[in-house]
């Protein structure tokens, strides 16, 4: 059984062996996944600061150009998130992988999933946020804990790229059976880092905090899916060599 120390230890030993691969990684998937909304919201943004400063004649045609903008806005926001953003999620979780085994390892996984299965990968990635997004309509609390079951999904398929979504939310359902609550706790123990990133203004975020949750990530599912594996990190890396630093975590 794991615990969210030791998975915690592993992963900061495995984004440090190889740390500007891996911050760079964290930081394009990052900043590249969010492209897409953050353009939708500008574009939205902008023309309401317009139709204010328009006349009160003006204002029914102007409401319909901005319907018109949000509508184009959302459409490529989603797209982006479809067919960029996804299958780049997994070329991340690609990299962290494959990282742990290979501290060594070039930014060349993260194309993963542009290279193996694409049209597969933005369909099981795609019905995944899908049933998230409709259980969530339920009320917030069902669409969390989908979200908790099929946390794996993106790890199998950077395993089975041609797993289809049947499969890949049943295993990562298997995989998540009684470990969601200990998974929310592991997540909410980097609120103290996050936190801290927020008051460096991002600058911590980017250099440690988003890395270092990556490849805790990672270590949680290789604890589930290939605990024979779970040492493979500290095989690989002398943990007395990592520096002693303060940790943020959240009591049970």
């Given amino acids: 059984m794991w615990n969210r120390k030791d998975l915690k230890a592993k992963g900061k030993i495995a984004f440090k062996a190889n740390y500007w691969r891996s911050v760079l990684v964290a930081f394009l998937a990052t900043i590249l996944t969010s492209a897409g909304t953050t353009v939708g919201n500008k574009q939205s943004l902008d023309s309401a600061t317009n139709q204010m400063n328009m006349s009160d004649g003006q204002a029914l045609l102007l409401a319909g150009v901005v319907i018109v903008i949000v509508v184009i806005a959302l459409a490529i926001g989603t797209l982006l998130d479809v067919f960029v953003a996804n299958p780049l999620s997994v070329g991340c979780t690609n990299f962290f992988l494959i990282n742990r085994r290979n501290p060594s390892v070039d930014c060349d996984p993260l194309g993963f999933g542009f290279k193996s299965s694409y049209k597969n990968i933005v ?73 801290l990133g927020a008051l460096t203004f991002g600058i911590l975020t980017y250099l440690y905090v988003l890395p270092y949750i990556q490849a805790t990530n990672t270590e949680l599912y290789v604890a589930l899916a290939h605990p024979e594996e779970s040492d493979l990190v500290l095989n690989n890396t002398d943990v007395r060599e990592e520096p002693q630093t303060v940790e943020f975590e959240v009591s049970e």
């Fill in 123 to 195: 369909l099981v990635m795609f019905m995944t946020k899908l049933f998230i997004f409709l259980w969530s309509l339920l009320f917030i609390v069902p669409g969390i804990i989908k979200a908790y079951e099929y946390r794996m999904v993106r790890f199998l398929l950077t395993e089975d790229p041609d797993m289809d979504y049947h499969e890949a939310l049943q295993r990562s359902k298997e995989l998540m059976m009684d470990q969601k609550w200990n998974t929310f706790v592991l997540d909410l123990s980097f609120l103290g880092w996050e936190i």
